[in-house]
């Protein structure tokens, strides 16, 4: 069984603050993906990032950087200098490919607060 | 960017009736998803359709549940004879086909969801 656990329920951070998000992860497939969703308070579900089992490198995308470490089962979320903007639900979810028709299981989900 | 759109954006229905939930992928995309989030719970599978059959269900996905594309643009999800806890936010999410050269599991773009609340 896959499961997804986002131990942090809710964070508080002021403007300008880097915040990590943490995401550990359980599954017994070799191949996985991992992802990131963010879910501003208007409710729609964006996609940030991606990553396969095979690939450790880490990524960097503007304010955003994803730390994936195998061997500790997790794949963390750093924003750097956050902005009110980043406020919302920040959803980790790991999916194992099924015959092409891969499903996600999500973790409940880190609240991100960033005040001015 | 080309969008998963979902109507109607928040639906009211009394315990018993039979709702339909609306949802129009992204033209090329292939694969439909149905999923489900209870308020401040975390985002739960519901099913997955390709090729004009389910793919993969969740247990949540039963009897009261059914999805149909009925034209070549519309996934619908239906619920019989809706139950309280059949209250949450579903969403609709599609994703392109696997090629080549991209990545086996292409991500899911999810619509905005509908709201569906049962008095």
């Known amino acids: 069984a896959q499961k997804v656990t986002q131990a942090q329920t809710e964070i508080s951070v002021v403007e300008k603050e880097d915040v990590t998000l943490d995401c550990v992860y359980e599954?017994?497939?070799?191949?996985?993906?991992l992802f990131w969703y963010k879910q501003p308070p208007s409710g729609e579900l964006v996609f940030l990032i991606r990553r396969n089992s095979f690939d450790e490198q880490n990524e960097i995308s503007g304010r955003y950087s994803w730390n994936f470490q195998k061997s500790t089962s997790s794949f963390n979320f750093t924003i750097t200098a956050s902005q009110v903007v980043d406020s919302a639900v920040y959803f980790c979810a790991l999916s194992r490919p099924q015959g092409g028709y891969s499903t996600l299981t999500f973790g409940k989900g880190t609240m991100l607060l960033v005040s001015p | 960017e080309p969008e998963v759109t979902q109507t109607p954006s928040h639906q009211v229905t009394q315990m018993g009736q039979e709702v339909i939930l609306r949802c129009v992928p992204i033209s090329n995309h292939l694969y439909f998803y149905w999923y489900r989030q209870i308020l401040g719970q975390k985002v739960e599978f519901l099913v997955s359709?390709?090729?004009?059959?389910?793919?993969?269900k969740s247990e949540i996905f039963d009897d009261q549940f059914s999805v149909e594309r009925p034209d070549g643009s519309n996934f619908t999800l239906k619920i019989r004879s809706t139950k309280l806890e059949d209250s949450a936010m579903y969403f609709c999410a599609s994703r392109t086909p696997p090629d080549g050269t991209s990545s086996y599991n292409s991500p899911l773009h999810f619509g905005n969801g509908t709201r569906l609340t049962v008095t």
């Open positions: 599954t017994r497939d070799t191949t996985y993906y």
């Open positions: 359709f390709y090729n004009n059959e389910i793919s993969e």
